[in-house]
């Protein structure tokens, strides 16, 4: 199964000649109530494949960790690949974190492509990982038909906000809107494409799948969104059940299909 969001901003991008930024303007609604008790130790961000080696089609896509204090990490990478075939893949990541220092290893595959290598990183603050990955097999060419084929970047970077980390978009929720809406604001004047992913928080505290607690994916190009409404769609998105706790998070992506800015936000519906 692949992804098809990064397709779909792919397209935005050749079509959109003005310049959108991440700022909003106008009333924002007043801010949700938040469950503090989920998600302590979940990291929510986006990895980057590097452009100078993987010029054809560098992508972003969602990243989350759960990173205790020291011992074990675990987590997941969202491949953001058009793919072969319609859906979603996941990665798996893994290691080990000590005094702020993560050192483990990513797995997945793309199309019957076994992909994964290394998986560094450090705490950079109270509220930021990042760091850098590797593919062991290096820059890899994935053909679908004689048609169409993308690349697996031997490389890239991530970087990962402590949950509830909403200082860069300042991320409002209006619950009392049926299908409830998201605005943001914040960003720079290069960003163009927002990619919004919505997954049920107390599933993923306890389960730490994906495939299992998203809920929605989607993307705009405004400083707003409705729930499952978008320019694009990952998967059909389900129903948000009321007093359930869910986690929202968006990343800006510029012009050149690079994750600049990430926040996230926990909300009771």
Do not use: H
């Not at 008790?37 to 990895?47: K, T």
């Not at 705009?220 to 409705?226: A, D, G």
Request: charged share 20%.
């Amino acid at each position: 199964m692949k992804r098809k969001v990064l397709f779909v901003i792919s397209v935005v991008v050749s079509f959109f000649t003005v310049v959108i930024s991440c700022d909003s303007e106008g009333e924002v609604p007043p801010g949700p109530l938040t469950d503090t008790d989920l998600l302590n130790d979940f990291w929510f961000g986006s990895y980057q494949e590097d452009a100078l080696t993987n010029p054809e089609d560098p992508l972003p896509g969602f990243i989350y960790l759960q990173i205790p204090e020291t011992g074990n990490f675990d987590g997941e990478l969202y491949f953001s690949y058009s793919g072969c075939d319609g859906g979603v893949d996941l990665g798996r990541v893994s290691g080990t974190v000590a005094n702020g220092n993560l050192d483990g290893s990513w797995s997945g595959n793309v199309d019957g492509e076994n992909v994964g290598g290394s998986y560094t990183g450090e705490l950079i603050n109270e509220e930021r990982y990042q760091g850098i990955y590797t593919n062991a097999g290096g820059k890899v060419e994935i053909e679908c038909d004689e048609d169409f084929s993308y690349f697996v970047a031997p490389n890239g970077t991530w970087f990962l906000n402590k949950s509830g980390n909403n200082k860069s978009l300042d991320i409002s929720v209006d619950t009392n809107s049926d299908p409830i809406a998201l605005t943001w604001k914040g960003g720079n004047q290069s960003d163009i494409v927002y990619n919004v992913v919505f997954v049920d928080a107390e599933c993923l505290e306890q389960n730490l799948d994906l495939e299992e607690c998203l809920m929605w994916s989607g993307i705009t190009t405004t400083n707003s969104i409705v729930y499952g409404q978008g320019i694009g769609e990952t998967v059909p998105a389900e129903r948000l059940v009321l007093g359930r706790s869910y986690l929202a998070s968006i990343t800006c992506v510029n012009s050149s299909g690079e994750a600049t800015v990430s926040s996230n936000i926990i909300f009771i519906r």
